[in-house]
């Protein structure tokens, strides 16, 4: 592909360390492309990571994360873009799992990733952790990923139900993360609604976008503390635009909440 300056996309970004004076472990990049010399249609990736592991290790992950994927995005050579995906979420699993076997100040280390990569007006996503994606479309949020989490499953599986989900012990427990012993697997599921089953989210995968869509790219900073109501209510009220002022509420909000954690949130609206 190639790289250009200029998105078809509106683009908005807004990363905070948060208020309990952590460093930031979160990283992101937004790139944008057109096909090929002969093809020039226009593409831009969206990459959001949430390092995982003390000591500044979790923050060379998520960059790891966030380069090694928008660099196998770039490279593409044909292929599907969810081919494109599985593989590198895998080379890049192994490839952070790798620096952290060679180096003991690394060790432990991961991150989550979430990508929605929009070629043309098609959406396709993939995602490892429990950093997330929503849709907003009109009057409504819908969150698209599902996480990889310890109480997710629990919940899945009718062990727990929404009582009490913010405050268990192993809300924070991640099930797949880049980095593993075992190579992660990027998620391709994309839940555009409610009760679908997991074929029919993996067949969401380059559905078109409409005018006046806005993906919200985010980490846990943000979902710990700002509910998707009102992810839809403030961007609502900032007239529905992927603006940084949009994407700065946002983290205000979570701060205001006493921000406990590092917060990104990364914006693209249709015109």
């Not at 290790?57 to 292929?79: C, D, F, H, P, Q």
């Not at 790219?217 to 839809?232: A, N, P």
Request: overall charge negative; aromatic content about 4%; hydrophobic content about 40%.
């Amino acid at each position: 592909m190639i790289r250009t300056n200029r998105s078809h996309l509106y683009v908005a970004a807004q990363t905070h360390p948060g208020m309990s004076g952590k460093n930031n472990e979160d990283n992101f990049a937004v790139s944008a492309y057109l096909l090929s010399p002969k093809n020039p249609t226009p593409s831009v990736l969206a990459v959001v990571s949430d390092g995982i592991g003390g000591h500044r290790a979790g923050e060379v992950a998520a960059e790891m994360a966030v380069n090694l994927i928008s660099a196998a995005v770039e490279k593409r050579e044909g292929g599907h873009p969810t081919a494109v995906f599985e593989s590198c979420f895998r080379q890049v699993s192994e490839a952070v799992a790798e620096k952290a076997r060679e180096d003991m100040r690394f060790e432990g280390m991961g991150a989550t990733a979430a990508c929605a990569w929009v070629i043309g007006q098609q959406l396709y996503t993939a995602y490892v952790g429990d950093s997330r994606i929503y849709l907003v479309r009109g009057q409504q949020i819908r969150q698209l990923t599902k996480d990889h989490t310890w109480v997710q499953e629990a919940l899945e599986k009718g062990i727990l139900d929404q009582t009490g989900l913010k405050t268990h012990p192993n809300m924070h427990v991640i099930r797949r993360y880049l980095g593993s012993v075992s190579p992660a697997e990027a998620d391709l599921r994309m839940f555009l609604k409610a009760g679908e089953t997991d074929r029919q989210a993996l067949a969401n995968q380059g559905c078109n976008l409409q005018k006046g869509d806005l993906l919200v790219l985010c980490t846990d900073g943000l979902t710990d503390l700002v509910g998707e109501s009102e992810i839809l209510q403030i961007v609502r009220e900032k007239n529905g635009v992927a603006t940084d002022a949009t994407a700065q509420a946002l983290v205000d909000l979570a701060n205001a909440r006493g921000g406990h954690d590092n917060i990104t949130v990364v914006m693209l609206g249709v015109p």
